[in-house]
């Protein structure tokens, strides 16, 4: 089968690999049909993250269920299913509770797992990774479309909302204009908040955010921007959706959340070794809360709202490449010609 690998900084390939098989009774195989490029594969694509050469790419898996061990009970062949960017055993004690991402049989796709960036993957615990969509949708291309999304930004917005502490009535900051912070409004809006501001530097992402329910926009950098939200939510907000991760997106979540505020993280931390946004969250008793995202916990939810059609993460996609075109997704994302990529396989 074909399949995306890395290569090394801003050198991803598509070759040649093996086809994976069922190798364990609770696996299943699953022929690829939509998956995407996240902004989490450019930190490894940038040489800002280490990554092994050789290694398969891609986390955000769409498809059809191939095969099944014997184990398997929730799917069968012949299914369209879809799954988070990490995979658990739905069993344990932290997925019981809704904490799929520390599942102590977890993994995450790609590495040492396949990669969702290619023809077929091989679904380790599939009854506690896979999720079903409904097949009276499964050949429906516009739901298959709102539906990607919930394998990872989606979900994740909605993380740092919930971990925000967003609730009907409230006043938001979101913090980050790519895909996440995009999705982020959407569940800032989803959860009732009744103002949101939207922090990014692209008017045209700016402007898919107040499509997605953001009634302000800030653009400005630095201090400017603190200044411009700090006034926009009179002194603050309770509730901040940090959805970049780097140091500075931090620094301005923290000083733009009201003294006793929430800012839920959860933009994967990159450079974020000075902790000095620490000293001021501490003098503002502002909680920091959120981390990776416990997607498989959300899914079956935001899955619902998609399926009613009152819930649409599409636009996030802004181009959308074949499987053999996935180097070139990389680079638009990288050169900020894309919010988000698809790949349709």
């Known amino acids: 089968m074909e399949a995306a690998v890395f290569r090394g900084e801003r050198d991803i390939r598509v070759e040649e690999v093996p086809d994976p098989t069922v190798d364990a009774p609770t696996d299943a195989v699953v022929r690829v049909t939509h998956t995407a490029v996240c902004g989490s594969d450019l930190w490894f694509y940038r040489g800002q993250r280490d ?3 050789g290694d398969p790419v891609g986390h955000e898996p769409m498809g059809i269920v191939e095969a099944v061990g014997e184990d398997v009970t ?13 995979i658990s055993c739905g069993e344990c004690e932290f997925c019981r509770k809704g904490l799929h991402t520390s599942c102590v049989n977890g993994d995450t796709w790609a590495g040492d797992q396949d990669g969702a960036q290619a023809e077929l993957v091989r679904a380790p ?46 006043t938001a900051v979101v913090v980050g ?22 922090m ?3 008017e045209d992402r700016l402007a898919l955010a107040e499509a997605f329910g953001a009634t302000e926009t800030v653009s400005a950098r630095g201090e400017a921007a603190v200044e411009a939200a700090t006034a926009l939510t009179d002194g603050g907000a309770n509730s901040v959706l940090e959805c970049v991760g780097a140091a500075s997106s931090m620094e301005t979540a923290v000083e733009v959340a009201r003294d006793g505020g929430t800012v839920g993280y959860v933009g994967v931390p990159q450079g974020v070794s000075d902790a000095a946004f620490l000293d001021t969250a501490f ?7 959120g981390g990776v995202a416990p997607v498989r916990a959300y899914i079956e939810d935001l899955m619902a709202d998609v ?5 649409d993460p599409s636009p996030v996609f802004t181009k959308t490449v074949d499987l053999g075109s996935v180097p070139e997704g990389y680079r638009a994302m990288d050169e900020r010609d894309a919010v988000k990529v698809l790949v349709r396989v």
């Open 200 to 202: 990014g530097h692209h």
């Open 177 to 198: 204009d790519g895909a996440v912070g995009l999705c982020g409004v959407l569940a800032a809006r989803r959860l009732g908040a009744e103002r949101i501001v939207a």
């Open 51 to 53: 990554y092994d050469v």
């Open 307 to 311: 399926l009613q059609g009152t819930l």
């Open 125 to 170: 615990h599939a009854d506690g990774t896979l999720v079903r969509v409904p097949d009276r949708y499964a050949d429906d291309e516009g739901v298959l479309r709102s539906l990607l999304p919930l394998t990872d930004v989606m979900c994740t917005g909605h993380h740092a909302a919930v971990s925000a502490g967003v609730e009907a009535g409230d």
């Open 283 to 289: 003098g503002k008793n502002v909680t920091i809360a």
């Open 74 to 86: 929730s799917v069968r062949p012949g299914d369209r299913v879809l799954a988070p960017f990490a």
